[in-house]
C-alpha cells in the first residue's frame, strides 16, 4: 500500500492574515548563526540561530477548543480535548462550483457527498473545499468574500457523527453573518471546528486520514495546528 502525506496548512509568518481585532502574527530572528559563534560561550565553531513567535492561539492554520465559543465555566479548553478528536477519519467535500459569499444549504452538502460518493462517518473531520485560498490568498478578499454553512447544514454534518469541520477560509461561517450559526451549533454539540486551511485540492472528494494535533497550550482557547491528510491507494 502507498502512503502520500499532504500538508493541508498555511505558512506561519510575519504579516500572515488574522481575523479582526486578532494580534498581527510576528516571526523574529533573536539569535543568528554569526551572533552566537562570536558569543565566546561555545568551543569547536559550534552555533545556533532561534526565533521568537508572537501570534493568536487563533492564527494561520488553527483549531477552536469549546471554550472558545461556550462560555460555560466546564467548557474543556484545547488541552483538555482528547487526542482521539485530531487523528480522525476524514472526507474533504467539493464545495468550489458555489460561489463566494454564499451560505451552504443541506441540499448543496448532500449533492457534494452523493458526486464523489462520500459519506460521513462517525468521528469523522469534515473538511470543505471551496477554493477561496486558491482564489483570494494575498488579497483583502481572503477575509471578506467567503462561502460558509448555515445552521441547517453544520446540524447536518455534526449530526451524522462528525467531530470537526474545517474549511479554507478564515471560517466554516459564511462571511456574510453576524450570529455565526456554524459556531454556535458547536457550542450546542460540543464539537470543533478548524479555520485557514490551505489548499485543499488534492483531496477534495476523497476519503483520507485527518492529522491535526494542537500544541498543549494550558487553559488556550485554541491552537495552530499542522494539518496533515494520509492518502493510501493500493
Not at 565566546?40 to 526565533?51: L, M, N, P, Q, V
Request: aromatic letters at 8%.
Amino acid at each position: 500500500m502507498k502512503r502520500k502525506l499532504v500538508d493541508l496548512s498555511q505558512e506561519i509568518y510575519t504579516g500572515a492574515p488574522v481575523w479582526p481585532g486578532h494580534p498581527e502574527t510576528k516571526v523574529t530572528v533573536v539569535a543568528t548563526h554569526e551572533e552566537t559563534l562570536k558569543s565566546g560561550r561555545f568551543e569547536d565553531d559550534y552555533s545556533y540561530t532561534a526565533e521568537k513567535i508572537e501570534m493568536s492561539t487563533h492564527g494561520t492554520t488553527h483549531v477552536d477548543s469549546i471554550s472558545h465559543i461556550d462560555p460555560a465555566s466546564d467548557a474543556p479548553s484545547i488541552d483538555e480535548l482528547p487526542l482521539d478528536w485530531f487523528y480522525t477519519g476524514a472526507i474533504c467535500l467539493d464545495l468550489s462550483d458555489i460561489p463566494p459569499k454564499t451560505y451552504y444549504t443541506v441540499e448543496m452538502i448532500k449533492a457534494a457527498l452523493e458526486k464523489d460518493g462520500l459519506d460521513i462517518r462517525e468521528g469523522d473531520t469534515v473538511l470543505l473545499y471551496s477554493g477561496h485560498y486558491g482564489r483570494t490568498w494575498g488579497s483583502a478578499a481572503y477575509l471578506t468574500d467567503y462561502s460558509g454553512l448555515n445552521r441547517e447544514s453544520a446540524e447536518f454534518i455534526y449530526g451524522q457523527g462528525a467531530i470537526n469541520i474545517g474549511q479554507d477560509a478564515p471560517s466554516h461561517d459564511c462571511s456574510l453573518t453576524k450570529g455565526y450559526p456554524a459556531h454556535q451549533v458547536c457550542r450546542e454539540m460540543q464539537t470543533l471546528n478548524i479555520e485557514n486551511l490551505g489548499d485543499l485540492g488534492p483531496v477534495a472528494g476523497r476519503r483520507f486520514r485527518f492529522i491535526g494535533f494542537p500544541l498543549k497550550i494550558r487553559k488556550g482557547s485554541g491552537s495552530p495546528i499542522r494539518a496533515v491528510a494520509v492518502l493510501e491507494d493500493d
